[in-house]
């Protein structure tokens, strides 16, 4: 894991902004792995502003999101195929046909649940990955006690993420329970990831994420058997890590070769 602590929620969205573009540059039919929640709101406002000012070509790329709420099609308000839509897709050249969200309204869950998997491995598996981080440490909506093998399929709301995520509907009651999320063992074959976690809400799952055990009480800290991840952080989530300093550290004393940001 490499962390990188930057003072500001910005800051640390312009080196993810400048770490995707680079994948992309490098790899123009890159399949990346997307996720909703207001953290990579900003990072998508910035690949949407290098597409528009620098051209940075998406015509290739395929994507994968992590999850949707089951019961919402894509016209809800608060369903992630609309976020997506309003936050990214709308605003750079991603092929319609290359873009995958989970079906909210799949009559057959557990076969369309298998379908995704089978359309992740089909496009070659997902290059990079981007992740936010519940208050609770889950990834995607692998809540705690999550399986760390898990794949693509349902699951069941805590009521902690419920309320988390009552702010993107009317009422709490209208979050729905149920969800298709990527599994944990789904997350872990991408080939990079990038969790972006910002403000002080999430510092402690940050801290358990990290520093932590590797325990499926903390879904995001099975990221510290994953051989490439980068983990960006504001000042505020990176509160509460025994270790800050030397991150730091490490991070402004790279190899010449190394910085590539
Ligand atoms: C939701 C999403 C996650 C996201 C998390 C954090 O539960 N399913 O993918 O990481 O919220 O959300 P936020 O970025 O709004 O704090």
């Known amino acids: ?54 051209g940075l070509d998406f015509a290739q790329v395929t994507s994968f999101n992590l999850d949707e709420y089951v019961g919402l099609g894509p016209d809800h308000p608060a369903s992630y195929h609309r976020f997506m839509e309003e936050n990214l897709f709308s605003h750079v050249n991603i092929p319609r046909e290359r873009i995958h969200i989970p079906d909210g309204l799949a009559t057959d869950v557990p076969a369309h649940c298998a379908a995704y998997e089978k359309a992740i491995a089909d496009a070659g598996g997902i290059d990079l990955q981007i992740l936010g981080l519940g208050s609770d440490g889950h990834l995607g909506f692998n809540e705690p006690g999550s399986s760390l093998a898990s794949r693509t399929r349902i699951k069941t709301l805590t009521e902690r993420t419920r309320s988390d995520n ?96």
């Open 1 to 54: 894991m490499e962390i990188i602590i930057l003072p500001t929620a910005e800051e640390a969205s312009e080196v993810a902004a400048r770490l995707v573009a680079r994948q992309v540059r490098e790899k123009p039919a890159s399949v990346l792995g997307l996720a909703t929640g207001s953290t990579p709101c900003k990072l998508y406002d910035l690949l949407a502003r290098k597409h528009r000012e620098q």
């Open 166 to 261: 009552a702010r993107f509907f009317t009422a709490e009651e209208q979050v729905p329970h149920h969800v298709i999320t990527m599994g944990l063992g789904t997350i872990m074959e991408s080939r990079m990831c990038l969790l972006l976690a910002f403000g002080k809400a999430k510092a402690e799952a940050v801290a358990a994420s990290i520093e932590g055990p590797v325990t499926a009480n903390v879904p995001g800290s099975l990221l510290q058997f994953h051989p490439r991840t980068k983990v960006l952080l504001d000042a505020e989530s990176a509160s509460l890590l025994q270790r800050a300093d030397y991150y730091q550290w490490v991070y402004k004393n790279k190899p010449s070769w190394q910085t590539d940001l």
